[in-house]
């Protein structure tokens, strides 16, 4: 058991708040032999990494991982190979303005989790809102550039498909568009950037915030993975994605809507392909049945509520029982959906490491 | 790690499956001395039997529990008192009708794990679903039932709120209606029974089946239980949620609904009551923040599919390769969602009962 | 976390006292396609089943296992084959003398639970032992038949090594005597029979009891299992080991006596072989070096204490807190370490199968 | 599940190898509120840092550890407060003295772990001993440090009783000796050091090595501390010593010593004491039954094999499967045991903390 730690045999355990010394990760079970560079890692940190564009906090941070053991550096110099051993990657805090918190530190911020820290704990670190900043998710990020390489031809992709009221068109849907300098949103729709720029500005220029909608896509994800009762996929993926900070709600494949749903309009049908082995004509389960994968892409969606730091006052108390309002100045993402997405993505490629050697630890049925 | 286990320590393994001799579960790190009687166990294994309706599947199973080990009998003869040993608790199968398994046995029903087990398992129980059977879930209840005396005045109950396009009015919501006679619906909407009813018979009628939304409430949950990361209360109840048949969504408080609000829409505003204790104005967040209860209810919903077995045939491929039709006959639940309700409110009871030990344990700060 | 399970990826639950309905376990994680019979699993519990000779105790139970859940029948009608789903076993509790407990169920006898079972629990089962009776360990030597079908070509013996101030004379190691008719003890030694006879004999007469030494011996174990720090193959061994009752030490190859060695002496040199293969030519280490499988015997030693229950009065306190002195009436084992034997072979193929799974899911290099 | 983690509520994960960048641990589920300084942990490191006598390696490490979360500075500057986070400690490798491992690096010393890692993982990092270094248990110490704190009143001391074929006088015992600067062997018994030191010189210069035996006492262990079955506090106690590099023997109290012994020589008898409690009149069971701890000092015991590296030389094969023969130069302990002493008492210190906060999750019995 740990509060601090999701997976069985792919099994990531992070530490560290926003403003100490440094966060990190620690990735054990790992298999030995996956080949990576510090520069893939960089580059999946670097996605989320604040102050890219206005619509995210204006905080730097370097954000420069290190990784401290795990591995052997091959004769390249570059090329880091696991050993089967822990890895254990640190992120160093650098940008920590000394600022009086004062007030933050007596005062309940609404929608955060002060209140409920000091209720649990009986102390708390107030600056950054501790445990609970979205920096603890670069460690959650770097673990997942390491789950990416576990399964052979696996590829975790995500996109922001609604913010607010503003939803994508499907119809555009373009995966080589997120990544691109003129995209700050991981928006898979080009259609979609002039609209949702100018609603987020309206947003930011209000000091409110607004929620989000994530789709992550996995493919190559090989048939058999997870188990029918509590070691479901999606009920990984799902546990998953609602341990990311501010997440509200999670689905797979057509989640929500099978609710209004007939069993005809939700059974995928199969059939005997070309090449002598079965597929499926849809893909409603979003990839999975019953638990297991089916090898089909595997769809979640998750839904992030709105950063709670606005300006406008919220009433609340502070700890000595006063009435309080409170407005949260401060560099804020007017929607922390936005780099919600290459975590989603990691969380994912996590899970999906880990079935995927628990799979072969039971059965032995994948190499 | 396990694959047939949840919870840490309120843990709960099941095992069984629908056509062998029994299923059951072992309830491991009860504490000591919780009093309980084996009809209040019954009682919620009631709740989910078939055959109550003519809404849910015919099969009568008498679904009797026995309670094997982890308790001694106060002199009454009738409550039962935990050792805090680990308690055993079988569901014998009683109607295991004998039939012809064999089409079944060879072809994959589109919706279901039959596919899937095969391709993990390279072998199959195919009588009656196997271990994905609904069946399962009696032992998740008879658990259920012994998590909601863990934490003093808790209370539990759940709520169908929409079965396929037809919603309940929230404005009729009266707990008291659930458990009435005239519901076979476990809806709290009087007003709703005669639209389900004639919307099923139709269902029913064509051989078809549809989904449906429940809600989950769990009052009496002290705040302070959870954690900042990986074991977030609402993560919890979403991996149980998750790990119920058919369930392909799960959402916390007002979930998706807020990835279309705004901070502003959003923050649950506190104040200090007239009892010096301070109190939320609002609970969007379902009595969750940053990982921790609040002290207000908590509140889940979920998205059931609709039950795969259909009389429409459906096209899918046999074992050996083939093309077939199938049309999936036998005793089955026209909206499986039904008879999810007792079975959700027991997967949130365990997960409160487990984070009430897990708070005990680190903190030291509940009795 | 769980009080009463062990193992990860083989992992066995166990539940029952010795006075209730019936006892048994769960084993999780039992890969598909393991063919095994009842009869084999009877066995295996038949070993240790008391009242076979007037050295162990002539309480008399059937011990007949049923198995509840996660085979398939073969067509023969007496092979089960895993399905992957967890088997659940279970043994009724047939011989329960209904007799008065007044006296043990108030007073807490030296060297048995019952003190610390009331200072933990405020509770206790005091009828024959509760949880801590030794037929608790018939579902550990089910689980463990399960467990020896995993490795393939894997053999787990053991040995009655000495009792008391009796030792074998390892010259007359013969594992082909264990199992005749004419030996009572487990030992390996023909000629130790008549001496410990003789030896317990007295022992019994005086209405004492004895401890014993018991070795356990694993052969066919592959190379590159357990790990280099916390999963290690001897650490997992040891801990299984000294969960069995009554068990005070345990060693691995030439345990304790290795910290009177040199380095010379204790070294397992190695050479290469004619078959290209490189052989160690000693096996001090007891097969495993740095927490990992050599491919050599594993060999593993543990201690058991004399049996608490003995006629001499000793002296105690009672639940009231008065002096008592205790006479243990009943039927006894003078030497519990003799049927310890069995459980310990169990214990040692349990952990084997376990990592045996464990080394597959994280290198993939076994199949 | 996880290979370099032990412990439940109170865990510990380690990681790093003896020639990386750096090595720590993170210990996850220590409750808030508990004071402490870096120097206390220091001191606890300092105890079994290299490099201070002639009879530990020469290797010289300042083993400086850094806490980097998981707390916040009481206004003192100095005592840190633990907030119920993960506590991460780190301990950078300065001493990497560069040299050639190309011996090393393609032979196979007796009695390391270098060809059961080749066998496991196919790739090894041979600088040291990679993750089976003797560094690695300074994680450990880090985190016993602040296990020690959790449980109020709790002593957890370490001595070394043997090395080789030298034996302390027990009646000499004399706890406030060890720390002494005279003592460079953690005995307890004045006498001995002399001994100790003719003996040690001896091996040293003959290049060779030799075992020891170490005893831990905790005392102010609260009874009720562990359980009936698979969480016994001697078997985790074992477990957590036994994965101490280079053990090969565990016992509780008379241990191996209690197969010799008849039931009324083990039996620890009780009388009620005048303040009306309870007491036992002896220890044999090392202050454990039934798995739970009686109140009184647990004592525990382990057996180090000598030291691998010695200078004699040693046949052996390389990777290229050609035989060779070893002489281990370098910096190396004489007698690895010595060096042990605090890491026992830091492992014990560590499965006690954890069945502390276990026992006051399930029962709530303790505050």
Known sequence: MSHNTFGHLFRVTTWGESHGAALGCVVDGCPPGIRFTLAEIQAELDKRRPGQ???VTQRREADEVKVLSGFVMDDDGETMITTGTPVSMMIEN???RSKDYGEIARQYRPGHADYTYDTKYGIRDYRGGGRSSARETAARVAAGALARKIVP?????????????KTIDRANWNWGFIGDAENPFFTPD???VAIFSDYLDGIRKAGSSVGALIEIVAEGVPAGLGAPVYAKLDQDIASNLMSINAVKGVEIGDGFETARMTGEENADEMRMGNDGKPF????????ILGGIST????VS???VKPTSSILTPRRSVDVDGNDVDIRTKGRHDPCVGIRAVPIGEAMVACAIADHYLRHRGQTGRIA
């Open 53 to 55: 564009s206005r619509f």
């Open 94 to 96: 650098t940008d920590q």
């Open 153 to 165: 031809g696996l590829s975790v992709r995500g996109a922001l498909v609604a913010m607010g009221d």
């Open 190 to 192: 080009p259609a979609s």
């Open 280 to 287: 499926f004509m849809s893909n409603h389960a979003g990839g």
């Open 295 to 298: 090898g089909q892409p595997v």
């Open 301 to 303: 969606r998750f839904a």
